[in-house]
């Protein structure tokens, strides 16, 4: 069988190595625009504030290709599918014949179509990342265009490394997709503190050779501006062809498309109406694809998303339905602006269907257990917040009390029982559980709780982690 992998982003390296640790016999061949080897995206953030150089993200050897026998083509776009003959056809005339297609193809920067704005560098990619730090050497002030994740982390990055920002967004407060009003307004007051002016509610109309000008006519001074407006998944390959396209690329359960032949995963695939942005549901997808492409049996059936952001001296949770209020939701809420801190739980016939942890908590490690299984709730909501005012409350990230079936690692989807079998299989460190189950590879956030079992089942032994 001829398998042909269209991006080798985050989402098409992993199906790849998927496949060929279920079976070494596959012809695979994977086809990538970029230049270079993939890397973990969900890390530009830290290479731009300098705690992470750009060679820490790749997540792939150079010598992993030839060593698995995998051609892997950089640098080379594919311009056209033929269905008809199964054959991917990319920009600089090479023709690869397929039996099995994956589109992985992934989203691209949204460029807002103003005057100017070819003076501005998107946020997207590893070669914008380098760009943008070259640019930072020789600016005075930045502006960073967008107020979601992205554009968060990159405000906080720059300014961790001495540059003033300003930072602009549309929507009245930050991060409004998975914020409430007064989560967003505790984000920006925390940033502020931090050093990034925040400016909500304002329209960016030109970028000019000495900042932005917005819709009012003020201008907002800057010699660097910064794009993180959003993105688009990248489905033109697949429209072209015929294949259902909605927002994303239309996929079943199976992840196939309309054309049982081709498949599609990551952030330009469509599952069930919902197109997901983030890394671990587009690692689930290629976990399902590859299981289906080798020949076995499994299904995707969505994904509850955990958003993290990874920001220095920012600590932010969000998940699920963080918008319901109390007309349709038992809401749980603490607020002390002061210290930069909010708690909110949404809880819908005895479950938690969101919650906000804005600010330093040692509740993420229960709440996000209990949201992705879906359990009833204790009746102590307060201890839910606060773990350490309640006896009663399950402390998940105590490895003592946490259960084998919790997950530890979101992006990867790796329990603690994962990780204690490969502790008694030999793993001693964190290097050695992150090499058999990639836990601690993709956003990083759980890292401190991997020591945390690793080092508690060395004690429980009477060795040195």
Request: glycine share 12%; net charge negative.
């Amino acid at each position: 069988m001829r398998l042909v992998v269209v991006g080798n982003g985050m989402a098409g390296s992993r199906l790849v190595s998927e496949v060929r640790a279920r079976d070494p016999h596959v012809a695979v061949t994977v086809l990538g625009a970029e230049t270079c080897r993939p890397y973990n995206r969900v890390l530009l953030s830290n290479v731009l504030a300098g705690t992470t150089r750009p060679d820490q993200v790749r997540l792939v050897d150079p010598s992993w290709y030839a060593a698995h026998r995998v051609e892997a083509v950089f640098g080379s776009a594919v311009t056209c599918l033929d269905r008809d003959a199964r054959m991917v056809v990319t920009e600089d005339g090479r023709r690869v014949p397929y039996d099995v297609l994956v589109l992985a193809t992934g989203s691209e920067a949204v460029v807002p179509p103003i005057p100017g704005v070819e003076r501005a560098i998107p946020f997207r990619t590893l070669d914008d990342c380098e760009r943008i730090l070259a640019a930072a050497g020789r600016s005075r002030r930045a502006v960073v265009v967008g107020g979601g994740l992205l554009g968060i982390e990159a405000a906080r990055g720059l300014a961790g490394r001495g540059l003033p920002v300003t930072l602009l967004h549309l929507a009245g407060h930050l991060m409004e997709r998975q914020l409430d009003v007064e989560a967003g307004q505790v984000l920006g007051e925390t940033l502020a503190g931090l050093g990034v002016d925040i400016r909500t509610g304002v329209t960016a109309r030109e970028v000019r050779a000495d900042g932005v000008a917005l819709a009012d006519g003020e201008l907002v001074e800057g010699d660097l501006v910064i794009l993180a407006c959003g993105v688009r998944p990248l489905t033109g390959l697949a429209a072209d062809a015929g294949l259902e396209v909605r927002r994303g690329v239309v996929v079943d359960d199976e992840m196939r498309t309309d054309d049982p032949s081709i498949f599609a995963i990551g952030e330009c695939a469509e599952h069930d109406g919902t197109v997901y942005g983030l890394v671990a549901p587009a690692w689930e997808q290629a976990t399902v694809a590859a299981d289906v492409i080798t020949g076995g049996k499994a299904l995707y059936r969505g994904s509850r998303l955990v958003t993290r952001l990874k920001a220095k001296s920012v600590e932010l949770a969000a998940m699920g339905e963080t918008q319901l209020t109390e007309e349709h939701a038992e809401v749980v809420r603490f607020s002390h602006r002061a210290r930069g801190t909010y708690r909110k739980l949404v809880i819908r016939d005895g479950r938690l269907v969101g919650a906000i942890l804005l600010g330093e908590s040692d509740a993420v490690g229960t709440l996000t257990q209990l949201f992705d299984r879906g359990g009833t709730l204790p009746g102590d909501r307060a201890g839910l917040l606060f773990p350490g005012l309640s006896s009663a409350a399950h402390v998940a990230d105590s490895p003592t009390l946490m259960p084998d079936a919790a997950r530890v690692c979101q992006c990867n989807n790796v329990t603690k029982g994962q990780i204690r079998a490969c502790w008694e299989a030999g793993a001693r460190d964190v290097a050695g559980i992150a090499a058999a189950t990639r836990a601690t590879t993709g956003c990083g956030t759980c890292r401190d709780a991997v020591e945390g079992i690793v080092g508690w089942l060395c004690e429980q032994e009477g060795v040195s982690a």
